[in-house]
């Protein structure tokens, strides 16, 4: 019994720090995200996508701080998604809408004057790079940021679009709807280009995360290196067995899938055991189920 609450207690600290890093991530996502739009892209007179972007129309076209509009449409927004889709998948992005909005307001306060000055192709650069390594981390440690989001969803759940091609053609009108406010089509193009910038930012951000690797390891000492693997870098091993065909001997082959970042530590550890190992690395384009990405169709 002991043991099991042992366990138990184990079990729970670690989902206790796991969450714990994931809001601090997402309060970093948060941060330079705001950074990006009140540093760069409002005082270039740039507009990008989202309810963000929204909100910087209203704030163009009336001065009303960004943070107002940007609430206040989203709390519109989160009362559709509570209903449609129940208040314990909204709490984490209600959670960051406030905490965004926070941070706009407070960062928009400080920062009068443009950081990039006279460069307005370079804010809009800058900025979209900020703000997608901001998104890119929200999204990576399970955040939302609600907004346009939402309404792809929505639109997802009701009408056979995908969530994407939803996203882009509200950005898409969202950006193309400052022309009524600057009467300028170098707006729009610079707006679609921090969109550009900022959606590449956050694919760089996701897919670096996420990259896999395959290990095709071959070594006499198979069984201990594949104990280590399991203890020390925490990851499943399958034994095939084999022939060398130059040799006509029977051989055994630990394959290994992991993330790329542990790469270094399954090379150590078969090192540290078989220095001999003949050891085939390689990239893939995706690894789902338990311990990688799940499974999505």
């Known amino acids: 019994m002991k043991t099991n609450t042992e366990k138990h207690f184990k079990i729970s600290k670690q989902l206790i720090i796991q969450e714990v890093q994931d809001y601090f991530f997402i309060l970093v996502g948060l941060c330079l995200y705001a950074f990006g739009w009140t540093g760069f892209l409002l005082p270039a007179g740039v507009t990008s996508g989202g309810v963000t972007g929204i909100a910087a129309l209203f704030y163009f076209a009336t001065g009303i701080p960004i943070a107002i509009p940007y609430f206040c449409i989203n709390a519109v927004l989160l009362l559709f ?9 909204s709490l984490k992005t209600i959670i960051n809408v406030v905490i965004l909005t926070f941070l706009l307001s407070f960062l928009q306060s400080i920062i009068k004057d443009p950081l990039v000055r006279d460069q307005p192709f370079m804010d809009c650069i800058i900025g979209g790079i900020v703000c997608g390594v901001g998104i890119g981390l929200v999204f990576n440690f399970k955040g939302s940021m609600g907004g346009t989001d939402i309404v792809a969803l929505v639109i997802n759940k009701h ?19 400052s022309f009524l406010i600057f009467h300028s089509v170098e707006k ?22 996420r990259q896999s690797v395959q290990f095709f390891i071959f070594s006499d000492k198979y069984d201990e290196v594949a ?17 060398g ?9 630990v394959i290994v899938m992991a993330k ?10 078969v090192n540290s055991i078989d220095s001999h190992a003949f050891i085939s690395q390689s990239s893939v384009i995706g690894v789902y189920g338990k311990g990688f990405d799940p499974i999505k169709v």
């Open 260 to 269: 790329k970042n542990e790469s270094v530590t399954i090379f150590r550890i």
């Open 81 to 89: 998604a509570i209903k449609i889709f129940g208040f314990k998948f």
């Open 159 to 177: 009408r056979n679009i995908s969530i994407g091609k939803a996203l882009l053609i509200c950005d898409v009108i969202i950006i193309s709807s």
């Open 227 to 243: 104990d280590a693997i399991i203890r020390q870098a925490h990851r499943g091993c399958t034994i095939l067995d084999g022939t």
């Open 245 to 253: 065909w130059y040799s006509q001997k029977p051989v055994k082959i």
């Open 188 to 209: 729009i193009v610079y707006g679609l280009v921090a969109m550009s910038v900022s959606s590449y930012a956050v694919d760089m951000v996701l897919n670096g995360a």
